[in-house]
């Protein structure tokens, strides 16, 4: 069975994960630099057909050399000078990396290409996608052989809280015991499912979006006995906000 | 416990910063140089951060910081743990002189196979030839088998004019671009447990031992000799070193005598690996442009002789590379 994310434990026990691109994001990225290459082939033969006035001889020389090093040399170059991506990876935010997490050398690039040879036979990279179907990490027949997998990475900014949490006041701040109990009470797990509830809210449905929080500010409430001046006039939404801003920041209400 | 990220963050964010100034210089820096007191700081930063993802991981299921924490422990740690050369100068001169014919003969076993099941594809071909003539249409491709050896002889001496006139650097590039693309096939199909890689190389020594078997049989030997050593003499130990890096390839797979994983195995061909495609890439292009501008030369204007001595030559040099370069 394939696996979402490659786990990687350092010597000093601290285990990170990889997310693992799938078949069909890897085939599509392929796809434009299928088209990427087209386009680099066409202007090639652009150059050589103005070259084929003074000597149709250099012209298909020149041709036939260009379109050598464009198939073979594109996606190898390219990821040498992009640290594991080409225009298609970089479209989809796809990255190769070292299946160890380690550094991305010159030779395991040029092995993964190499064997694209292989890959793509007989036809449309079949054999490269059902190895990358069947295989746990995702990986084609050049990627096992150059020890290499191929990551999704979306852009890792620096954490901004400041969406998240609630504003200048927060009603669960008035009672600052009950918010201790709340913040005792709640697992990281149901704390992830109110922040990740806040990071997606703009993208539910309004109806689906208000029976989300209903139900969420319900489970929340049912925690800690909280007195009705502390929820009056709070909406659901807003009360799973103070609950993330009570849980995720302790210090804020000495301020 | 569910940690204040507010405070957390606060008090780990210069921390983070400075680690993710310091592997992005190293990411950029093709050859990067550290101070030992600098190497310190990124060595403390890294475990620092790799701390504060453990602590997250923990006490909090944040996912926005905890992303950032992993991208930036994963990108610390390849720059930390990676032991292997990671210089991005290539060395040509060294590369040529010392690396190739040093991997060469690392492997030279694994090139022993590869000529050992080229020779006996050799013998097949030969002996198909011999014993059922009609097998010509399946072993000698690319128009030899419509004419005899002899026929194709007189026609190529008594020829007035040049019929690659103009063509052939294009010829040259088509056989250089070619004979790579069959040369990597023959290496990647190593995957296949070296199966694929020996099933080409069988099939390119039935061809060239149905060929030579033809023209020797005719009385040709001289011309067939003239005609394939100049650039044979460098094709055909391309084509076997392309072997020998896939039966490398199978070798890393299979394991045979070796205790560690498949994934240790391959990492320590891949770099061999691709020391031989480049080797067996460069002698495929000066096979191409010897074939071109040379062997499709013949007498008169060519004198066999010394066809056949460039052929020698070229194969004694190249011997002499291989076997006693970088020692």
């Known amino acids: ?255 | 416990m569910i940690i204040d990220l507010d405070r957390f963050i606060a008090a780990e964010r210069p921390a983070w910063i400075e680690l993710e100034t310091m592997v992005s210089r190293l990411e950029a820096d093709p050859n990067p140089r550290m101070s030992l007191e600098e190497v310190e700081r990124f060595h403390a930063l890294y475990e620092r951060a790799a701390a504060s993802l453990a602590k997250l991981a923990t006490f909090s299921a944040e996912p926005e910081t905890r992303r950032f924490l992993e991208s930036l422990v994963a990108r610390a740690y390849g720059e930390i743990h990676e032991t292997r050369d990671s210089r991005r100068r290539i060395l040509v001169l060294n590369w040529f002189i010392r690396t190739l014919p040093q991997t060469f003969r690392r492997h030279v076993r694994a090139f022993y196979v590869a000529a050992a099941i080229t020779l006996s594809g050799c013998a097949f071909g030969a002996m198909a030839t011999a014993f059922d003539p009609d097998s010509r249409h399946a072993t000698m491709p690319f128009g030899h088998d419509r004419l005899r050896p002899s026929e194709r002889v007189k026609e190529e001496e008594s020829r007035a004019s040049d019929p690659l006139a103009g063509q052939r650097s294009t010829f040259s590039a088509f056989l250089m671009t070619h004979n790579i693309r069959v040369s990597v096939l023959t290496l990647a199909l190593g995957m296949t447990y070296g199966v694929g890689t020996i099933l080409l190389l069988f099939y390119n020594g039935v061809v060239l031992g149905a060929i030579s078997f033809d023209y020797a049989a005719d009385g040709q030997t001289g011309f067939l000799m003239g005609w394939l050593l100049p650039h044979g003499a460098v094709e055909i130990p391309a084509i076997l070193i392309a072997g020998q890096s896939g039966l490398v390839l199978a070798l890393a797979l299979v394991g045979w005598g070796k205790s560690i994983p498949i994934a240790a195995r391959l990492r320590e061909a891949s770099r061999d690996i691709v020391t031989l495609s480049f080797g067996f890439a460069l002698l495929l292009a000066w096979a191409g442009f010897v074939e071109s501008f040379l062997s499709q030369y013949h007498e008169p204007v060519v004198p066999y002789e010394a066809k056949i001595a460039f052929g020698a030559l070229e194969l004694l040099l190249l011997c002499f590379y291989l076997g006693r370069s970088g020692r």
Not at chain 1, 83 to 102: H, I, N, P, Y
Not at chain 1, 221 to 237: H, I, N, Y
């Open chain 1, 1 to 255: 069975m394939r696996a979402a994310a490659l786990a990687i434990k350092t010597p000093e026990g601290i285990v990170f994960s990889q997310h693992l691109a799938g078949p069909v994001t890897r085939f599509l990225a392929w796809f434009i630099d299928f088209l990427a290459i087209s386009v680099l082939t066409m202007a090639l033969g652009q150059t050589a057909q103005v070259l084929g006035v003074v000597s149709p001889s250099a012209a298909a020389t020149v041709y036939t050399l260009g379109y050598f090093v464009i198939s073979f040399g594109y996606a190898i170059l390219l990821e040498w000078i992009w640290r594991g991506q080409t225009v298609g990876k970089k479209l989809f935010r796809l990255r190769v990396v070292d299946a160890e997490g380690m550094r991305l050398q010159f030779d395991q690039i040029v092995t993964r290409n190499l064997l694209r040879a292989v890959d793509m036979l007989p036809a449309f990279y079949f054999i490269g996608g059902a190895a990358c179907w069947f295989s746990r990490k995702c990986q084609r027949l050049g990627d096992i052989a150059a020890n290499t997998v191929v990551i999704r990475s979306p852009l890792a900014a620096e954490p901004d809280l400041t969406q998240l949490l609630a504003g200048k006041f927060n009603s669960l701040r008035q009672h600052g015991r009950l918010a201790a109990r709340l913040r005792q009470r709640v697992s990281p797990a149901e704390a992830s499912t109110a922040v990740q509830a806040l990071i997606r809210r703009d993208q539910f449905e309004p109806a689906a979006r208000v029976a989300l929080f209903a139900e969420l500010a319900s489970h929340f409430r049912a925690k800690v006995d909280l007195p009705p001046e502390a929820t009056e006039g709070v909406s659901d939404e807003q009360f799973i906000r103070n609950v993330v801003d009570v849980v995720y920041r302790t210090g804020a209400g000495r301020r």
